[in-house]
């Protein structure tokens, strides 16, 4: 071991887990069409048995943070999955299987 040796101990990294819970957030005003992607979103994750919460962001501002220019949107784990349309609950599970792949 050298005198600067910055590399993390085999206990000391991190495990990533296959089962840790996305983070799940649908943009949108409130309007019904957002409020139809979030409900399709709850009955996805309820199928697929992922206790995983998901947060409504309703300011416009955060909302373009993403990029997003057109509602509702979904966004899994920081990364914009889909926009501009309502996705059913078989979408919305063939999308997290792939972003969980």
Same mark, same amino acid.
């Given at each position: 071991m050298g005198l600067f040796d910055f590399r993390k101990k085999k206990d000391e990294m991190p495990v990533l887990e296959k089962d840790v819970p996305s983070d799940v957030k649908v943009l949108g005003g409130g309007c019904a069409k957002c409020n139809q992607l979030e409900a399709s979103t709850v009955a996805a994750l309820d199928e697929l048995g992922m206790d995983t919460t998901i947060e409504h *962001?309703?300011? @416009?501002?955060? =909302? $373009? $943070? @993403?990029g997003v220019m057109s509602t509702p949107a979904l966004v899994v784990d920081g990364k914009v999955v889909s926009y501009g349309k309502v996705l059913g609950k078989d979408? *919305? =599970?063939? =999308?997290? !299987? !792939?972003v969980r792949a």
């Open positions: *962001v309703r300011d @416009y501002s955060e =909302i $373009a $943070a @993403y979408e *919305v =599970i063939e =999308i997290l !299987k !792939k």
